[in-house]
């Protein structure tokens, strides 16, 4: 009995976690990042009152980073930065004022876009104690948005 182990004919030498698989792991490897629950205290609305006094909104988003290196390296400084994602957010959010949750989704999911090189966002903006003269929980909006086509351009 040989101590070796056999050789697979469809293992070779490059594929150094025997999967069978010898291409770049990082472009097999995509990265969703998610945030939920990110509540801003904001000043957006249809009506003057909701503009002036303010109200909290509870962000939830998600977008494909891609493929990223900390996949293969555990390494921080080679993946998006969480807390970054959330500052981006709040400055958008806080920067000025809309009258609609779709406005203000469309605008964070571009910076992300922008900023993260993401292909792809979602973004879901809630406002949990809505100015509606029914009983309601919460209203929100969501927006999804893709990263425009190089060759659309």
């Given at each position: 009995?040989?101590?070796?182990?056999?050789?697979?004919?469809?293992?070779?030498?490059?594929?150094?976690?025997?999967?069978?698989?010898?291409?770049?792991?990082?472009?097999?490897?995509?990265?969703?990042?998610?945030?939920?629950?990110?509540?801003?205290?904001?000043?957006?609305?249809?009506?003057?009152?909701?503009?002036?006094?303010?109200?909290?909104?509870?962000?939830?988003?998600?977008?494909?980073?891609?493929?990223?290196?900390?996949?293969?390296?555990?390494?921080?400084?080679?993946?998006?930065?969480?807390?970054?994602?959330?500052?981006?957010?709040?400055?958008?959010?806080?920067?000025?004022?809309?009258?609609?949750?779709?406005?203000?989704?469309?605008?964070?999911?571009?910076?992300?876009?922008?900023?993260?090189?993401?292909?792809?966002?979602?973004?879901?903006?809630?406002?949990?104690?809505?100015?509606?003269?029914?009983?309601?929980?919460?209203?929100?909006?969501?927006?999804?948005?893709?990263?425009?086509?190089d060759d659309d351009?």
């Amino acid at each position: 009995m040989s101590a070796e182990p056999e050789h697979d004919e469809d293992w070779d030498d490059e594929d150094v976690d025997g999967d069978g698989f010898d291409e770049d792991p990082l472009e097999r490897t995509a990265v969703t990042v998610e945030v939920t629950g990110l509540s801003l205290y904001t000043h957006h609305g249809v009506s003057e009152a909701e503009r002036e006094i303010g109200q909290r909104l509870i962000f939830d988003l998600r977008f494909d980073a891609g493929a990223c290196d900390a996949t293969v390296t555990d390494r921080i400084e080679d993946t998006v930065d969480y807390g970054r994602v959330c500052e981006v957010v709040a400055l958008v959010a806080q920067r000025r004022s809309y009258a609609t949750l779709e406005a203000l989704c469309t605008a964070v999911a571009d910076r992300l876009l922008d900023d993260f090189e993401a292909g792809e966002v979602w973004v879901k903006a809630t406002k949990p104690e809505p100015p509606i003269a029914l009983p309601v929980e919460s209203v929100s909006v969501e927006v999804w948005r893709a990263a425009a086509d190089d060759d659309d351009e």
